[in-house]
Nanobody, 123 residues
């Protein structure tokens, strides 16, 4: 059974940067699609970025394209999210997720989730 643990969240001023990290433990991480989602209070869980296990390019939500970059390291079983030019709308709990099967932006398709790390952007 795979487990995911996120870290790296915190309080940052608008315009600043953060790098989130998700550490996986378990077998066959390299065979999973991995993704970041976020959820703000009172809002639905929202897709942020995904990095497929097969040789397809990463995918990004339009709201973060050009500002966020997803990385995966199959040697160390980690997936990271570099976030630049943060704004108030990026404030949310950020969750790492993994799944087998076709790459998808739907949270319901992901079977493995971390507990999340809070990102708060202040003005």
């Amino acid at each position: 059974q795979m487990t995911l643990v996120e870290s790296g969240g915190g309080l940052v001023q608008a315009g600043g940067s953060l790098r989130l990290k998700c550490q996986a433990s378990g077998h066959y991480f390299s065979l999973y699609n991995v993704a970041w989602f976020r959820q703000a209070p009172g809002k639905e869980r929202e897709f942020v970025a995904a990095f497929p296990w097969i040789m397809n390019p990463p995918e990004y939500a339009d709201s973060v394209k050009g500002r966020f970059t997803i990385f995966r390291d199959d040697i160390n079983d980690t997936v990271s999210l570099q976030m630049e030019t943060l704004n108030l709308e990026d404030t949310a709990l950020y969750l790492c997720a993994a799944q087998n099967g076709p790459v998808t932006r739907s949270s319901s398709s992901y079977s493995v989730w971390g507990q999340g790390t809070q990102v708060t952007v202040s003005s």
